[in-house]
C-alpha cells in the first residue's frame, strides 16, 4: 500500500472517529441500555452496539473487499488474514463507560495481510487520539508521539489485569512488587495510550483481538515489544495473555513470569 | 468562622493553588532532583520541597496563628488541633509526577479546633480543582458538585492501596472481588476526586494526614463515609488505614475486612 493511499485511509478514519466520538456524546445523553455478556463484570451497552454498526457500516461502504472483526458480533466470522482485515472495538472499557462516564476509548486497527498497518485509540472524554503506523508514524493528536524511553521493571509503574493480580496468574503479583508501582486503569486502549506516552512501562492481561489490534500496530511502531507473556509471537485472530512493554521491562518480566509455571 | 470570613479564606487559598500549579509547571521544564524517602517507592523532588515552603510562606503571612502540618517537614510539630491547623501536601502522587508527569494533586485543608471547614484537591495537569467544605458545599472548579449516588460495592468500582492489594492486607483481595472492578492510580488526591465525582464508589489505602485531610472534608461534605478500615473515626494527625466509601459500600466492605481479623 503506498503513501498515498495509507493517508487517504488514515483521513478517512479520523473522520469515522470523530463522528464516531460525536455520536456517543450524545448518547450519553440518553439512559444506557446495560447487558451482561459473559459474566457481571463484562457489560455491553446498547451505545457499543450501535457504534459498531456505525463504524462497520463505514467501512463497508469505503473498502468493500475488507473484513472486519468487531468486538460486538456485527463483523465477520475471519478464517483468513488475506487482505484487508479491520478490527473495531466500538468502546474499549465499557464498565468505565457505564460506572464513570469516562476512561474509555474508541479502537480500529487496519490488517493487511496479516501486517499491521493502521491503528487508532481515541480517548473518547480526554479527546485525545493516538494514531498512526510503521510506515506514518504515531501521532498523538496532531503531534508526532516520541517514542517511550526503553526503562526497565524496577524504574517504571506497571499496569496489569485486575483479577489476573488478585489471584497472582503467572506470578502477576511479582510483577507489580518489582515495578516502581502498580496502576489500573480498567482498558486496554486506556492502558495501551499511558504505554505509548512512555506513563507505564509495561502492561499484561488477558485481551482479545480487538483489545490489542490497534495498540499492537501503535506500539511496534514505537519500538515496544507486544507478544504473548512467554514472549511468543501474537496471533492477530486469537485471545491471549498479552504483555506490551519497554525493551528492557519485557527482559525484566519473562523471568518471573517463567519462574512459576 | 462566619461564612464571610470562609468566603475570603477561600478566595485565598484557591489563588495560592492557581499560583502553586504554576510554579510546578514551570519547574516541570526543568530537571527535577528525585530522593528517596522511607523506600525505593517512596520519593520526593526538590519541587514537592519548593513548592510546600512556598504554601507554607503563603498561610505564614495570611494567617499568622497558624499552626501547619505538611508533608515535607516545613511546616510545625503539631501536639493540639486547637485553633487553625492547616494541612499541606505539596505533591500527592510523587511517583506519578516523577514516572508520568502526571495524575499528581496539590492539597490543602483547614481544621478549625479539630473540625475540617475547607479542603481542596487539585489536579494540576488536568486542571480540576475540587474545593470546599461543610459550610459552603463543595465545588468542581466553579460548578457545584452533586454528591455521588449511595452506589453499594457490588456494582461500583473500587480503588485500593497497590501493595495492600497485592499483598492481601485484611482481605482487600476479597474486596477488590466483590466490587465491579479494581482501579489503581497511584495518587491518593486522585482517588479522592474520583471518589468525590462518583466514579469509584471506595477508596481503602494506609494514609497520613496530609494524604486525607483535604479529602475527608470533601468526601463528608458530600455524605461519604470517612473512617479507618474499621469503621473507627479517624485522628486528623495520625496516620491510619483510612476507608473512605459510600454509605453502602462501607457497610459491604466492613464485614469482608472483619472477617480476616
Redesign the interface.
Known amino acids: 500500500m503506498n503513501e498515498t493511499e495509507l493517508r487517504r485511509i488514515d483521513r478517512t478514519v479520523k473522520q469515522w472517529l470523530h463522528m464516531s466520538r460525536e455520536f456517543i456524546l450524545t448518547k450519553m445523553q440518553q439512559n444506557l441500555k446495560v447487558a451482561t455478556k459473559t459474566s ?2 463484562d457489560l455491553v451497552t446498547n451505545v457499543d452496539k450501535e457504534n459498531e454498526k456505525f463504524i462497520i457500516n463505514k467501512i463497508r461502504t469505503f473498502a468493500p473487499d475488507s473484513q472486519i472483526l468487531g468486538e460486538e458480533g456485527f463483523g465477520d466470522q475471519i478464517k483468513s488474514t488475506k487482505g484487508l482485515v479491520w478490527v473495531v472495538d466500538p468502546i474499549d472499557g465499557t ?2 463507560f457505564v ?5 474509555f476509548a474508541i479502537m480500529i486497527a487496519l490488517y493487511v495481510d496479516g501486517q499491521g498497518v493502521l491503528g487508532y485509540i481515541y480517548d473518547v472524554m480526554g479527546d485525545e487520539l493516538l494514531s498512526g503506523g510503521p510506515d506514518i508514524g504515531v501521532f498523538q493528536n496532531d503531534d508526532p508521539l516520541t517514542a517511550p524511553e526503553n526503562i526497565n521493571l524496577r524504574d ?2 506497571v499496569s496489569v489485569s ?2 489476573m ?3 497472582n496468574y503467572r506470578n502477576f ?1 511479582k510483577i ?2 518489582a515495578s ?7 482498558s486496554a486502549g486506556i492502558e495501551m495510550i ?1 504505554l505509548l506516552k512512555g ?2 512501562v509495561a502492561y499484561v492481561s488477558y485481551l482479545k483481538p480487538w483489545d490489542f489490534g490497534a495498540g499492537k500496530i501503535l506500539a511496534e511502531s514505537l519500538g515496544l515489544k507486544v507478544t504473548t507473556v512467554d514472549g511468543k509471537p501474537l496471533d492477530m485472530l486469537s485471545s491471549d495473555f498479552v504483555m506490551v512493554a519497554t525493551v528492557k521491562a519485557q527482559q525484566d518480566i519473562l523471568p518471573i513470569i517463567g519462574s512459576n509455571v
Do not use: F
Not at 99 to 103: A, T, V
Open positions: 457481571r463484570k464498565m468505565n460506572k464513570q462516564r469516562d476512561h517504571g509503574l485486575g483479577p493480580v488478585v489471584h503479583q507489580a512488587d516502581s508501582g502498580l496502576r489500573i486503569y480498567g499511558h506513563e507505564i
